[in-house]
């Protein structure tokens, strides 16, 4: 397998657009976990999902961001409108299993200028 | 809710050195994560260890449950060491929290 993809790698917008990050999961992992990374808050969980379901999105900052797993091999984060402060460095991983290690995908780095 | 605390924040070593770094948390977990983020950003599961200690190379982690307290260890560290090193536990199901992580540069 090739591990954990996410795509792009690297976005630049401008504030106000609509942002779409993509990921797709390692095949058979059933949980799909979402991070953001910034210099000031460190890594942050936003949302995972279990069996294609979310789970817990407590971590979601504001009504902006929304995430979707249609199916088992694909998710998104979406952010609308996006802000300067969106700004980060946004993980995508995944595991077999509850409490199980997590592989992550390479981060998708966002700016927002 | 969990808080991590680790330490230090920044690490300098030489080659050849023995590393630690610690990681304490203040309510009881399941289990605790290592894991490893290169310069390049991507990040890699080191560890996940719920008791006793775990050696993979020459990584070693232990962890004290009673003590809330974990430690990362780098035997003969390398150049290619050179990592910030995180410590995660969960807040409640699979909701981790992460330390701030500790910089490591190991010089040759």
């Known amino acids: 397998d090739a591990g954990v993809i996410q795509s792009p790698r690297h976005e630049v917008t401008e504030m106000g657009q609509e942002v779409t990050l993509r990921c797709k999961p390692i095949?058979?992992?059933?949980?799909l976990f979402w991070y953001r990374q910034t210099m000031m808050r460190g890594l942050e969980l936003l949302i995972y999902?279990?069996?294609?379901?979310?789970?817990?999105d407590s971590g979601m900052p504001e009504d902006r961001f929304s995430a979707k797993m249609p199916n088992a091999s694909f998710s998104t984060l979406k952010i609308q409108p996006s802000e300067p402060r969106d700004s980060a460095v946004y993980f995508c991983?995944?595991?077999?299993?509850?409490?199980?290690?997590?592989?992550f995908g390479q981060g998708t780095r966002l700016t927002v200028v | 809710k969990n808080e991590v605390e680790q330490s230090p924040q920044n690490l300098t070593a030489q080659e050849g050195e023995f590393i630690t770094i610690n990681c304490s948390y203040s309510?009881?977990?399941?289990?605790l994560h290592w894991l490893q983020q290169h310069p390049g950003g991507g990040i890699v599961s080191l560890f996940m260890?719920?008791?006793g200690k775990k050696k993979h190379g020459r990584l070693i982690a232990t962890i004290n449950i009673q003590e809330k307290h974990s430690s990362l260890h780098i035997t003969a560290s390398h150049p290619r060491d050179s990592a910030v090193y995180i410590c995660?536990?969960?807040?409640?199901?699979?909701?981790?929290?992460f330390g701030a992580g500790t910089i490591l540069r190991v010089k040759s």
């Open positions: 995660a536990v969960p807040q409640y199901g699979n909701k981790l929290v």
């Open positions: 309510v009881g977990i399941s289990a």
């Open positions: 991983a995944s595991s077999s299993q509850a409490n199980t290690e997590a592989f």
């Open positions: 095949s058979g992992h059933d949980y």
């Open positions: 999902f279990n069996n294609n379901v979310p789970i817990d």
């Open positions: 260890l719920s008791s």
